[in-house]
């Protein structure tokens, strides 16, 4: 299996612009997850899908970000429009129902907004 | 005041020498209790949990929860090089349904000097 692929892995953009991160977690695991994780904060749970459905959208910062599971396979974290203080590194997981207590994340896509 | 308390450090040992990672939480629901590691650059990756209470050892690394003092701890014997990465601390209390949440702390930055 090729783990969680996450894309793209850096991105650099203006303030203003929109963002799109796209996430594909392994097949078979039926909850996924996105985090952000900076030095100060540390790692912050966005929001978590069960069987592609939100279930915890409480760390969510604000209306900015939003977050869609559309099928089992795919998933997408928007921001629009972004700001320099959502810099940060966005980490995607997905686990099992077997074993949820393992997550396994993807390489993560470090964002930086001028 | 947070669920899990963990002391960000940095931590640097020389090669060879035990290595006693800590962390405290405060909610006496959590039953599952993991270690993550994280190497630069890349996502966290699952090293051990424990179920309940006790001790559980693979090779060179033993995890320890005591549920009494709420107290996590990972114990790394004849520290490596290879070993220096961010070791974050998490939690879980296991509720059957749609419960995947996992409570992480800041991570503690350790770093094994030849």
């Known amino acids: 299996d090729a783990g969680v692929i996450q894309s793209p892995r850096h991105e650099v953009t203006e303030m203003g612009q929109e963002v799109t991160l796209r996430c594909k977690p392994i097949?078979?695991?039926?909850?996924l997850f996105w985090y952000r994780q900076t030095m100060m904060r540390g790692l912050e749970l966005l929001i978590y899908f069960n069987n592609n459905v939100p279930i915890d959208d409480s760390g969510m910062p604000e209306d900015r970000f939003s977050a869609k599971m559309p099928n089992a396979s795919f998933s997408t974290l928007k921001i629009q429009p972004s700001e320099p203080r959502d810099s940060a590194v966005y980490f995607c997981?997905?686990?099992?129902?077997?074993?949820?207590?393992?997550?396994?994340f993807g390489p993560g896509t470090r964002l930086t907004v001028t | 005041q947070k669920e899990v308390e963990q002391d960000p450090g940095p931590l640097s040992v020389p090669e060879g020498a035990i290595v006693s990672l800590n962390c405290t939480y405060s909610?006496?629901?959590?039953?599952?209790f993991m270690w993550y590691r994280q190497y630069s650059r890349k996502g966290p990756e699952l090293l051990m949990y424990?179920?309940s209470s006790g001790n559980k050892e693979d090779g060179r690394f033993t995890a320890q929860v005591d549920k009494s003092s709420k107290y996590i701890s990972l114990f790394i014997r004849d520290s490596q090089p290879s070993d220096s990465a961010t070791y974050l601390c998490a939690t879980s209390t296991g509720n059957a349904g749609n419960n995947r949440k996992l409570i992480w702390g800041l991570g503690t930055s350790l770093a094994v000097n030849p």
């Open positions: 424990t179920y």
């Open positions: 097949s078979g695991h039926n909850s």
């Open positions: 997981a997905s686990s099992s129902r077997l074993a949820d207590y393992e997550q396994y």
């Open positions: 909610n006496s629901a959590f039953q599952y």
